[in-house]
């Protein structure tokens, strides 16, 4: 039996759903990573099915957490150091689950190295460069705008320039310096959702 495309983004819907109600501080994360990834991939001149697969992942980067326990996961202050390295599991985790249906292998890959970063000092394998999926590159920027620009329970959120000033720091360290330019050049567009009034509680 083939699903309709209607019933698989359903699917996916449901699938971060159930994250969103596992971890209280993350709600409303995964959908606009996903969000912004689908923006700025269309920036980046990625189309049809490739974009699909980039807009999809941004919603299921986080689906790993599901398996950190709700001990780490939602502790309201920093993590510790064997805290920290549970938490780490968590795009392996992620790699794990989605791996299982054969149609979400695409996916999977780009889940799994969503926190690599360019210079080679990411995990879980420690790729660089065009080593990692263009995918987990896009996402890893996208992911980290939405932390800078929500609140957690021990740091308040960024202002919008020092949080563009922070992906510029990090170009050719933790990110793509073509996919900074790109971000950059379209600020405004990708991160036009966040209204600062708005506050949004989440963990990386």
């Not at 980046?44 to 189309?47: S, V």
């Not at 099915?49 to 999809?56: A, K, N, Q, R, V």
């Not at 990411?122 to 790729?127: E, M, R, V």
């Not at 995918?135 to 920027?141: D, E, K, L, P, T």
């Given at each position: ?5 209607e ?19 993350t709600?409303?994360?995964s ?8 923006k700025?991939?269309?920036y980046?001149?990625?189309?049809s ?8 992942a ?11 326990p ?13 805290e ?13 689950i ?22 080679g ?13 263009l ?7 996208c ?12 740091r ?21 310096p073509e ?13 036009q ?12």
């Open positions: 039996m083939l699903f309709s495309s019933v698989y983004h359903d699917i996916i819907e449901s699938m971060v759903a159930a994250l969103d109600a596992k971890d209280i501080y709600a409303g994360h959908t606009r990573v996903g969000n912004m990834a689908n700025l991939g269309i980046l001149g990625i189309q099915e490739e974009l699909e697969i980039l807009h999809i941004g919603h299921l980067h986080d689906i790993g957490k599901i398996g950190v709700d001990s780490v996961l939602n502790k309201r202050g920093k993590l510790d150091l064997q920290w390295e549970i938490m780490k599991k968590h795009p392996e985790i992620g790699y794990k989605l791996s299982k249906v054969k149609s979400l292998d695409n996916i999977s890959k780009i889940v799994l190295h969503h926190h690599e970063r360019w210079d000092r990411g995990y879980p394998n420690g790729l660089c460069k065009k080593e990692i999926p995918g987990s590159r896009i996402i890893a920027i992911d980290s705008i939405d932390a800078m620009k929500s609140n957690r329970p021990y308040k959120l960024i202002s919008d320039e020092e949080c563009k000033n922070e992906i510029i720091k990090n170009k050719g360290i933790m990110y793509d996919i900074v330019n790109c971000t950059i050049e379209n600020w405004g567009e990708i991160t959702e966040y209204d600062p009034n708005n506050e949004f509680y989440i963990v990386i």
